[in-house]
């Protein structure tokens, strides 16, 4: 596997993460040559929440943001899994290599990943320029794992050509792939205009490409043209300047679509790349969802550390009783955890 390319200059801790090889920087160099057990023991890390990480990531991210994450998402049964199995082909067909994070539903008896997509796409297990991993969505309504950030920032720095995220089906809500992916695909079936109201709730404004799969099923073509009629009324529709999503039809068993999907997606870095400061634009929303998500995430570990869960305990039982009003107890809380 080849290095990847390029990286500013940071700082690294030498006090070691306790995986092997060692210090922080053996751990970068080694993510950097390519090395898949490095780089799946750190996810396990990741997923498990060990804190002592922390340094390494913050060097991650200082040396990260260069290769293409492309965001695959949509309802269950849209065959999202086979769409991302025929992109890896393609890819591969290109010389690129290429990484997937797969977000599965949990088990409600482990909370690990099920329904694995390792087995889905099993025909490039053997492919050492294919690296595939599941990750647990834990409940997250919007269908990323907690920890898929961080475990992007792992995948990043072994300098893949492409990232593909695919995330675990949840209808309208699924719209958490925005804080991650440069390129956001919605996978959806010929299931006709209800398919196409239910984007509408807020899934249709984070889409970069549409994609009807199962194309040669009853009521496909009448989804495109719904689908290219609702687009119109969409905010940046009628913008010049704007990237307008369109509206593909697929058959993923069959491979049949891939290689416009394939154009649409490298048409739309394209726009990335000529229209500098709409991506400035996006990735500065992006960052603001990701921090509010952490600071969210960050308050609530701190929440359940001794005297505060007992405070937080404390102060549901007042709100219960009605002596303590939902905002008064909320500013309670975060005045005690920012302490």
């Known amino acids: ?19 092997d090889p ?18 799946a023991r750190l996810i396990s890390r990741i997923e498990s929440g060990d804190p002592a990480i922390l ?5 991650l991210h200082a040396r990260g943001g260069k290769t293409p994450l492309i965001g695959i998402t949509g309802p269950p049964g849209a065959g999202k899994s086979t769409l991302v199995d025929q992109l890896i082909f393609r890819y591969r067909q290109q010389g690129k290599r290429v990484a997937v994070l797969a977000v599965d539903p949990s ?31 834990r409940g997250r309504l919007g269908g990323l794992a907690i920890a898929a950030g961080d475990a992007l920032l792992v995948l990043d720095a072994m300098g893949w050509d492409v990232i593909l995220i695919e995330t675990v ?17 919605i996978v959806q079936t010929p299931a006709g205009g209800d398919a196409v109201q239910a984007l509408k709730a807020g899934v249709l404004e ?8 199962k194309a040669d099923a009853a009521g496909a073509d009448r989804t495109v043209s719904q689908l290219r009629e609702a687009l119109s009324f969409r905010s940046d529709a009628q913008e010049p300047e704007s990237w307008h999503a369109p509206v593909l039809k697929t058959q993923a068993v069959e491979g049949l679509g891939i290689d416009e999907l394939v154009l649409s997606i490298a048409a739309q870095a394209e726009f990335w790349r000529s229209h500098p400061q709409q991506r400035a634009t996006r990735r500065r929303l992006q960052t603001r969802l990701l921090l509010i998500d952490q600071i969210a995430e960050t308050l609530h570990q701190r929440q359940q550390a001794g005297d505060r869960q007992q405070r937080f305990e404390q102060l549901l ?17 975060l005045d005690h955890a920012m302490k």
Do not use: K, W, Y
């Not at 984070?206 to 799969?213: A, H, R, T």
């Open 55 to 59: 340094p390494l990531l913050a060097a």
């Open 317 to 333: 039982d007042e709100v219960l009783a009605r002596r303590c009003d939902l905002h008064t107890a909320a500013s309670r809380l």
């Open 206 to 213: 984070v889409g970069d490409i549409f994609v009807v799969n």
């Open 1 to 19: 596997m080849s290095d990847r390319p390029g990286g500013e200059s940071v700082a690294v801790t030498r006090t070691g993460t306790g995986a």
């Open 107 to 137: 088990s409600p008896f482990s909370g690990g990943a099920i329904l694995g997509d390792r087995i889905r796409m099993n025909r490039h297990s053997a492919d050492e320029d294919v690296f595939i991993r599941s990750m647990a969505a």
């Open 169 to 185: 089906g949840v209808g309208q809500s699924e719209i958490d792939i925005l804080r991650h992916a440069h390129t956001v695909v």
């Open 22 to 39: 060692g210090t922080d920087l053996q751990i970068i160099e080694s993510l950097a040559r390519g090395e898949l057990r490095v780089a």
